[in-house]
């Protein structure tokens, strides 16, 4: 069934971090449980003045180099840089996270309080902070961290259960965790584990543990300070703040509101959505791999097509590859090749409009959007069918128009190794991360309102 959908003229569209344990001193406790906190969230090029059409390239680029990020992390096939590989010496092997993402928090550190933006991102765990004395740092826009400046640092020592929560670490010496954390392009941080009060929405959370980075490297840490990881590992700010839920809702790109990200008890869907449109399905684990949030994927849905595939296609293999998961730092969807070819075959079939080139804008299946515009465009439904969810897209949330070129694009491309529900296909629906219950639920939500 095909629904006839008014699509906007939009130029392009996108959206979118041993035994004592670490705290203010180096064998106080793990940090304790918070309420609620409300954090909002701003895209990583809301500042830069870019027209529509260069902040669909800008994310489709980010997209691409964070898939090779997370298919290298998956498959095993780290790509250590060079500053990273000669420190951490050629019998330690370096495990490849996710890294960067699509949009920043603001938060402090230290006290006194230091503000700095960081980007958020639910595929990795760490969190980190470039520090003084730098070895390497890339650019920020705010002062780097100085640990000699505030009175609540301190190190933590080899024997901390912090240091043996990082999947790589290097003891020099008895009293300080050395770390190396990869992200899969030759972007890396290496420094020290540290505690620290951070600062979250007025808010002081001592005894943070954090990577203190004096050698950071790599395309894409510029656009922040650093990095809060809220992935499932036990490094992650939601582990060590004992969250069990956490929410966000992210607005449309050429929307200038900022995305809620809703912590702990806040973390709730909306009153304002309807009790029908709640949909909830599993989060399922990797041992491979658990700080991802995976779900489980079992069809599509395209206009009068369903495709339904076998259980393999989208399941996690016994090697740790494959399998699905839900990203807030990559904007493009990218599924297993079987899957893709079947989506793109269906669309294909119905969209009723010949082929067009989209390598300008980084998206591979394009249609020429006819001379008259795309008011009376009909564009086929697409639906994910989770385990027990359907996530129903709106167009705009698949489909987007570059009128310079008339390409009119799908924002869904194919991948090998992992597949990704990207944060396009997220925009102004609610997501809620029930990491205690073990599910994810979503609802279509105004964003900008919540």
Not at 167 to 184: D, E, L, M, Q, V
Request: net charge neutral; with cysteine; aromatic share 6%.
């Amino acid at each position: 069934m095909e629904a006839q959908i008014r699509l906007l003229l939009l130029v392009a569209m996108a959206v979118v971090a041993g035994c004592a344990t670490g705290g203010l001193a180096a064998t106080s406790s793990r940090p304790g449980r918070i309420e609620g906190l409300r954090v909002p969230l701003t895209h990583v090029d809301a500042h830069g003045n870019y027209t529509k059409l260069q902040l669909v390239r800008r994310a489709a680029r980010r997209s691409h180099h964070r898939m090779s990020r997370l298919v290298a992390r998956t498959t095993g096939v780290p790509m250590m840089s060079r500053k990273a590989a000669a420190s951490a010496g050629a019998d330690l092997q370096v495990p490849v996270h996710a890294g960067n993402g699509e949009f920043l928090m603001d938060l402090s550190i230290g006290t006194p309080a230091l503000p700095y933006a960081a980007i958020i991102d639910t595929g990795s765990d760490l969190v980190w902070t470039q520090c003084k004395p730098c070895v390497d740092c890339f650019n920020q826009s705010t002062p780097v961290f100085d640990p000699s400046s505030s009175s609540t640092y301190s190190a933590l020592p080899c024997s901390s259960s912090f240091c043996g929560d990082l999947p790589t670490s290097k003891c020099t010496t008895a009293t300080k965790c050395g770390y190396t954390y990869t992200y899969g392009d030759s972007s890396s941080t290496q420094g020290v584990l540290a505690a620290e009060t951070f600062t979250l929405a007025k808010t002081k959370l001592p005894g943070v543990a954090f990577g203190c980075g004096d050698t950071n490297e790599g395309e894409g840490f510029t656009q922040g300070a650093g990095l809060v990881g809220l992935g499932r590992g036990p490094l992650s700010l939601v582990s060590q703040l004992g969250l069990d839920k956490f929410s966000y809702c992210l607005t449309s790109l050429d929307d200038t509101s900022k995305s809620p990200l809703l912590l702990g008890s806040l973390a709730a869907i909306s009153k304002t959505a309807a009790a029908s449109s709640v949909q909830t399905t599993p989060l399922v684990k990797n041992p491979s791999q658990p700080s991802f949030y995976y779900v489980t994927l079992k069809g599509l849905t395209v206009g009068s097509t369903h495709i339904t595939l076998p259980s393999s296609a989208f399941s996690v293999q016994d090697d740790g590859t494959g399998g699905v998961i839900v990203d807030s730092g990559t904007s493009i969807t990218y599924l297993e090749l079987q899957g893709y070819r079947a989506l793109k075959k269906a669309f294909a079939a119905q969209m009723k409009l010949p082929a067009a080139d989209g390598s300008v804008i980084g998206l591979d299946m394009c249609f020429a959007a006819p001379a008259s515009g795309v008011d009376q465009v009909e564009v086929p439904k697409l639906v994910l069918h989770f385990d027990g969810a359907d996530l129903d897209l709106p167009a705009e949330n698949y489909m987007v128009l570059d009128s310079g070129s008339g390409a009119l694009c799908l924002t869904v491309m194919g991948s090998r190794g992992l597949s990704i529900i990207g944060n396009f296909q997220q925009q102004n629906i609610q997501f809620v991360y029930d990491v205690g219950g073990d599910t994810l639920s979503f609802a279509p939500v105004e964003c900008a309102k919540l």
